[in-house]
Structures are given as C-alpha cells and as structure tokens.
C-alpha cells in the first residue's frame, strides 16, 4: 500500500511559529522581530511569570480583548519559564540587536545636531556595525537608514526561530496571535522546520495533487511517530470544490475579510490571503474553493490581517507570484514585504504606485494607498486596480480618504472603475497597540490615540465615490467574520461606531443610485 496516492484533508491548518509567538510580519523581519522581541515578547513573558492567573483572566475578560495577556493556565507556567530562559539565552543577538538600535537612536538624538555626522559611527554598539546608515532629512532630522538585506544575513536572523505546527480546525476560536505563544500539546504534529522548507510545499501541493505518504515522510523528515500523526491528516478522496473554476466570463469571490478572489477561465487572482480551512460551517468559502493555480497573489500592506503566514503557506507551491508594495528601504517601521516573503521561499514581484503586472487575460496596476499607519512613515502599503473578463475593480483594502483627491488621480490614470472594494475600520486600534516595540522614545497615552490605525469613516469613503466614480461600492476587510477572531480580536455590535458609519455610507451609496453591499462571510459576482 504504500504507493497509496493521498490529499492533505480539508480542515488541516498550520501555525507558523517563531520562538513559539505566531509568525507575523513584525516577528519574522528582522529588525522589528529584534525589538518586538526586546521590548515586547521577554517583557509579556517576564509579567506573565509574575501572575499568570492576571493574564488568564485578563484574557478572557470581553473588555480587555486584543490586549497583550497571555492566555496560557498557570499549571503551565513552568514551560513559559523555560520558554523565556531559552529565549534569553538561544536569542542573545537578537536582544542585543534590539539595545543597539535603542542606543543607536538615543546617539543620534543627543548628537546630530546638523554637522557632520561621520564622528558618530565609531560611537556606534558595534552590533549595528555595516548594518546602518546615518543620514539627515532636509529639515536636519537624523534617521539611522537599515541595510535591510544585510540583516538578513546578520545574527539579528535566523531560522531556527521557526518551527510549524500542523493541527485540524476545530471551529474553536484560537488564543490571540500578538500575545499568546503556542506551547506543545498532544493535539498538534509539531515540526521543528523553516517556512521556506521545501517539504511544506508539497504537503500543501496534496490538496490539489495526491503523493504518497512515503514521499512527504522522506521530504518532510519525519520520524514514526511523526509519519503516523501525518498519516491522520491525509485522505485518499480530494475535498476540492467542483465549482473553483469557471468556463467562462468573469467572477469575483468574498472569502471574508480582504480576501477576494478574482477568476477567468485563463487566470486567478487572489487579494490578502486570510482563508478558513472550516470546510463544514457551511457559510464560507475555505481552501477547497480556491482554484488550483493561483497567476498573482496581491498584498496590500503588512498588517497581521492582510500578511498571513498561515494562508500563504498553504499556498506554497501553487502561486505565480505575490506582488507587494515597495519599501522606504531601511526606515525603522518600515519592513521591506519582498524581503520578508522571498526569505521564506515565495514568488516575489515587488512594485510602485502605477507599477503594471501583466498576467494571462489581464493586468493588475498598483495605485497609492493612503494613512492607516499612524502617521509612520512606512511606504509598503499599495492599493490594486485589476482589469480582467472586461471588468475593472478596485481594491482599496485600509486606505482612507483623509485626502481624496488622490483618488481623481487614480480615475484620470486608470478610468471608471466597475467595482470599488473599500475597507471602513474607521475607529483603528492606536499607535502603541501595533507599534510599541518600535518607538524608542514613549509617547503619551493621549498622542497614541490621536493616531490610530483608521480606514476611512463614511464621510471618507463617500468622498473616495465621489472622486473615484465607481459603479458599486463593497464595504470590507472588516475582520467581522468569526473565523478571524485570533487575529482580529474585533467586538463589534450594531451601535459600534464603525458599523454606524459603514450605514450611513449605505445610505449616501443608495441616494445616489450606486449599488452597495457590507461584506460578510461570503459573496459572489458573476458575469
Ligand atoms: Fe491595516
Ligand atoms: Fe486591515
């Protein structure tokens, strides 16, 4: 039997992990995993260990939801002092990365006055030595400028920080990915590999294209027990949907959040993978509706919600390629995306506003993406425009309408476009929630919530219509669905803020004769 030709079970899920936190963008590029391991994750641990029963129940108090508490029984409290022992002592560099960058900043601020800026390197931690450039703005502000791809090839990288668990979606919300690290646990086949091994390619390849078990425990490295537990998440039946491909004409998919999935019979475009593997709720697309091949994976921007390792994994060997927005190359919250994902083994195609990616049938031109970042100065965020099956759609993901005429631009560039998706997370966590470990100086707790990671309010995506005159306007990236709760941690209720907004955009859409929609779950288009 053992020729036996397998496909990987539906619900199977994989946790990427980087010391046992879930990978994100802000935990695999290296120099803000540096600080967010400095200055966020050793600290969380350091105040779990003190009280875990605060964090327990911090975590599950509704209130306090997306907080950073570490949602792990206190019977369980030794193994996160061995996590953090090992952190501190396998890590070493990576800390010391992260010091260096603090004292490398406190430097510049007490030092580059507007002169020469030359005596300052050799003040400089040695950790940051080949690795920075100090350089002024015109206004004589001083910036270190990080040569991103030699970090990567720094001790402020490595792989060994990455392992993966392989587990079965439950349907049961996961602990929050910012906070809580995953610990080992009888239930999941824990594999001690990088992202980019190959032998995760071909596990993810056996959704669409059976092997044999023997061919993944071999490409996989696995051992007996390992082999065995694999052994349960494969089937000898496909559970692919009949209908992930079209015969003709045109089709748009909701997969929830800021996935879409846009189709001809030639080729398949997929917006910030987020999909569920629950192939049985019934009220969703999941993986098996995916189409085999996918010509251009698009991300808009790297926030936790639209980079999501835990999707594009499974992707792995079936993408053309992902395209991404270029970076500032070398601000400090600024990650370079394309780096990011090339170190893990993906297809990268890297681009600028109006940058065009040709794929079979069509073309996809990247136009601006404005704010949601809490006035950082972080340049790899880019909203699409696709033309395909006679269509054009725009996809806005979180970009707000804090300046709309940005968005004339993109009609006098592009033309009228047929479907506008809009993102409306108008009411966005604060500065410090997502960007804590990076800001070496504190800011009070009143200036962080003066900049907040927001879309656009209705005022702001009525005037993104107007400017954009679009036929239909779809409100999404929403994080409503129930399946996104360990990433998004949202509690919405209809007297929320944003939902309010989002009907009084509703209604502005239906005065004027546009057709509308607030995505949930699923939808689809058809022409
Ligand atoms: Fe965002
Ligand atoms: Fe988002």
Redesign the pocket.
Known sequence: MTDEQFFLRSKVIIEPLVDRFIAQPHTVAPVQASMNLAFLHVPLLESYLQSPQVHVAASNNPELRGGYFINIPEERAEEVRDLLATIKRDRADMLRFAEAIAAGQELLRANATGFDLTPLYPKLPPELGGLVELAYDTDNQAQMRFMEPLVYKSDAYTEARQSVQLSFETGIERPFILSTPRLTSPDVLELDIPFRHEGLAELFKTRVRPTTLNHLRDVLGLDDVQAKRLSGMLSTKPSLAPDRHIEAGGRIRYFGH?CLVLQTPQAAIVTDPFISADSTAGDRYTLDDLPDFIDLVLITHG?Q??IVFETLLQLQGRIGAIVVPRYSRGNLADPSIALMLKNQGFPVIEVDDFDEVEFPGGKVTATPFLGEHCDLDIRAKSTYWAELAGKKIFIG??SSGIDPLLYRYVKGHLGKADYAFL?M?CDGAPLTWLYQALLTIPVTKKMSNSRKLS?SNAEQAAAIMTELGASEAYVY?M?EEDWLGHVMATTYTEDTYQIKQIEEFMTWCADRDIKAGHLFKQQEWRW
């Open positions: 800021a926030h919600d639209h993901a979180d993102g997370e879309g990236a994080g």
